[in-house]
């Protein structure tokens, strides 16, 4: 079972920028969909962006056009590039990934089977 490591949490200012690392511990990365979700207590976990196997992209809503999200098989690492960081932003970050050689998982979470432990980022106005 592969396992995921997120980092690079933490806290910052509105309109600063973080980005997260998710370390995935086997090379069947390459073969499975992953994807970034966040959580506010007392919320249900929402999806913020997707990646898949060759490379095709989505993002929720409100994210667009501030988070990029990527991948470097060779590490067998993905990241989430966020910049202009709102206070809403604030949540508990997690990346997930789907079965390799699944398919596409888009941002549906039932899609994800394996979850990091999650990562705090905590936006202050």
């Known amino acids: 079972q592969v396992q995921l490591a997120e980092s690079g949490g933490g806290s910052v200012q509105a309109g600063g920028s973080l980005r997260l690392s998710c370390v995935a511990s086997e090379s069947t990365f390459a073969s499975r969909c992953m994807g970034w979700f966040r959580q506010v207590p007392g919320k249900e976990r929402e999806a913020v962006a997707n990646?898949?196997?060759?490379?095709?992209?989505r993002y929720a809503d409100p994210v667009k056009g501030r988070f990029t999200i990527s991948r470097d098989n060779s590490k067998n690492t993905l990241y989430l590039q966020m910049n202009s960081l709102k206070p809403e932003d604030t949540a508990m970050y997690y990346c997930?990934?789907?079965?390799?050689?699944?398919?596409?998982?888009?941002?549906?979470?039932?899609?994800?089977?394996?979850w990091g432990q999650g990562t705090q980022v905590t936006v202050s106005s």
């Open positions: 990646i898949e196997w060759d490379g095709t992209t």
């Open positions: 997930a990934a789907g079965l390799a050689g699944l398919g596409a998982c888009y941002l549906a979470e039932g899609r994800y089977t394996v």
